[in-house]
């Protein structure tokens, strides 16, 4: 009989061997809305603070190297630390563009090129600034029996709602990357709007 309880669901593993070292790749399925997320598991010494990085899919950055966001250098920094560290993990939330959908990602896009910044590109579509909730997160990081990490970020909202969902934080590890002529404005709005902790901007 299915756990009424159950939020997430494992639906399938496997060994991936990266240019980084070898993961356990899991995917899990949200019951809530039926989304799949991807998790990247590193080692399995799990008893201290894990390294853990949440990020959210970002096809353009990601996959095709836009430079207007700093998401595949992030997402390829955290990669290299966990590998490191021989223990961790990342979980890749199926939630492009903060929550919005790619679709809209792009006609947000579209009114940045005519000098509108990507929170108020997201407001005028009628969308929020960052849609993104982080509580599938926190319940993949406690069916991997993770209660406590260090997590990789610049999001203090990242924070605040994994400690809602029950994770503890035991410390913020900066992932800040050198801004580029194309995402320094974007970078920006994200430290003065979005509270992000940058410096480098």
């Known amino acids: ?38 998790v990247l598991v590193r080692g399995s010494n799990f008893k201290k603070p894990v390294l853990v990085r949440i990020h959210s899919q970002c096809l353009t950055g990601d996959v095709f190297s836009s430079l207007k966001c700093d998401c595949k250098d992030q997402l390829t920094t ?22 919005i959908g790619l679709g809209n990602k792009i006609k947000a896009y579209a009114l940045q090129e005519k000098g509108v910044d990507t929170v108020n590109a997201n407001n005028a579509l009628g969308l929020h600034s960052d849609a993104r909730s982080y509580q599938v997160a926190a319940d993949i990081l406690k069916d991997l029996k993770i209660k406590t990490i260090n997590l990789l970020t610049n999001n203090p909202d990242k924070i605040d709602q994994l400690t809602q969902y029950g994770i503890t934080v035991n410390k913020r590890i900066p992932l800040e990357v050198a801004p580029n002529q194309k995402n320094k404005s974007y970078l920006k709005t994200k430290k003065d709007k979005l509270g992000h902790k940058l410096n480098l901007v």
């Open 78 to 99: 955290s990669l290299i630390r966990i590998g490191k560290a021989k223990s961790g993990v990342l979980i890749y939330l199926n939630q492009e563009g903060r929550g």
């Open 1 to 38: 009989m299915k756990n009424l309880k159950q939020t997430v669901i494992k639906i399938a593993s496997a060994s991936l061997p990266t240019t980084h070292g070898v993961f356990n790749t899991v995917i899990y399925k949200s019951t809530r809305d039926e989304l799949e997320h991807v």
